[in-house]
């Protein structure tokens, strides 16, 4: 049975009371477990390894804001150090469950969650490594520095689970970079550039990237994942029926050791929707300032975000201005705005010709041709239209 743990949560997880009571039922949980972070070896050790990076406590959440914990706080983390450094080292998987003796792992590079598989194996190490309870509270000490502490830790994307403020990982398999993205130079340098003040804590503005569709404005935004992931930078997309969650998501995340980005992805609003103005006061703060580890990045096809009518010009309205004024101080409220507009045919066939050549696919007159007509019938020159064209060349052998 589990010890008594005092901050730790250990002790309450099913599997893992399943497993130190030798129970074989609980075998299939674990290799179902190995297999989905792609995991090999002692799979018991990481699943305790899994279970300490998941650990959201006093102790944990000091390290990660980067805080010093207390000697008190310090001394209590030790003594339940004692006691998982004792279950991590003297509870053998192969004697507690014999039929996970012949579990070797696969090393596959397809996994959806491998990368979290690797950040599991790397503590696993630095775990196994750990001679006594001191050396073991000190890597569970410096892993929640490095990486943070929580399920946070093993992802970069969220979402907001559907009727709550409640984050779910988005698994983002390949990640976009923004070589990927053709051209679109000096929009590409601002928003690296704002973003980088921003996770090395050197400030950064709410950022409004608008344009056509097809331009590239939602991938610039995934691409920043990939560039920053290693200085803890998460991205949480919100949808606009979820913007009643946005101030108890943001007094969840304010005090964290990480840095979010709030992703409003095509954001826009008709004549009579009115959460513009619930968004606006997010975005400035209110009363309270907004929190210096998050940050507001929307993309949207319209430069105003809110379709204005010829009601709110008319003549007749004393207060015309009053309220056309209304609808555009929302934009006014990111400090940064990019404009992604559509290529011209010689723009698009350089993307065209880019991305052929990554990947493989043979540059002619011909395909050139075949790329003009493609776009003629699927919807004109965009980045989004070349990748699809060649992704229809690759289709045909």
């Not at 969650?113 to 000190?138: M, N, P, Q, T, W």
């Not at 826009?268 to 975005?283: G, H, Q, R």
Request: net charge neutral; glycine share 8%; with cysteine.
């Amino acid at each position: 049975m589990t010890p008594e743990f005092l901050l730790f949560n250990l002790g309450k997880d099913e599997l893992l009371l399943s497993a130190l009571d030798g129970d074989v039922s609980c075998a299939g949980k674990l290799i179902g477990f190995a297999a989905k972070y792609n995991l090999s070896g002692d799979i018991f050790k990481a699943y305790i390894a899994y279970l300490l990076i998941c650990e959201e406590n006093a102790y944990s959440l000091q390290c990660e804001r980067g805080e010093a914990p207390r000697k008190s706080l310090s001394e209590i983390a030790l003594a339940d150090s004692a006691k998982l450094f004792d279950i991590f080292n003297n509870s053998s998987a192969a004697r507690l469950l014999p039929s996970l003796t012949c579990w070797h792992g696969e090393a596959r590079t397809d996994v959806y969650f491998a990368e979290a598989g690797e950040v599991i194996s790397g503590f696993l190490k630095k775990l196994s490594k750990a001679k006594d309870a001191k050396e073991f509270l000190r890597a569970c000490k410096n892993h929640y520095i490095a990486h943070g502490a929580g399920g946070s830790a093993l992802n970069h994307a969220f979402r907001l689970k559907e009727g709550s403020d409640a984050l779910e990982p988005i698994i983002l398999g390949k990640m976009k970079r923004m070589r990927d993205l053709v051209g679109l130079e000096a929009q590409k340098e601002a928003l690296l550039s704002n973003t980088r003040a921003f996770v090395e804590g050197k400030g950064g503005v709410n950022v409004l990237l608008y344009g056509d569709g097809g331009t590239g404005k939602t991938t610039s935004v995934k691409a920043l994942l990939y560039e920053f992931s290693q200085k803890r930078l998460k991205i949480v997309e919100i949808y606009k029926h979820q913007f009643k969650y946005l101030n108890s998501l943001i007094s969840r995340i304010k005090h964290r050791g990480y840095k979010y980005i709030l992703f409003l992805d095509d954001l826009s609003f008709e004549d009579s929707e009115t959460e513009y103005k619930y968004l606006k006061t997010i975005i400035e703060g209110g009363l309270e300032p907004r929190p210096e580890n998050v940050l507001i990045y929307a993309t949207s096809n319209r430069r105003h975000l809110i379709r204005e009518s010829w009601k709110d010009r008319d003549d007749d309205d004393l207060h015309s201005g009053d309220t056309v004024e209304e609808k555009l101080s929302l934009v006014k409220r990111f400090g940064l705005t990019l404009y992604y507009p559509s290529p011209d045919q010689k723009e698009y066939l350089n993307i065209v010709r880019t991305l052929a050549e990554r990947d493989g696919i043979k540059v002619d007159a011909e395909l050139e041709r075949d790329a003009l007509i493609w776009q003629r019938r699927e919807g004109g020159y965009s980045g989004r239209t070349a990748e699809q064209f060649l992704i229809s060349e690759k289709q045909k052998g």
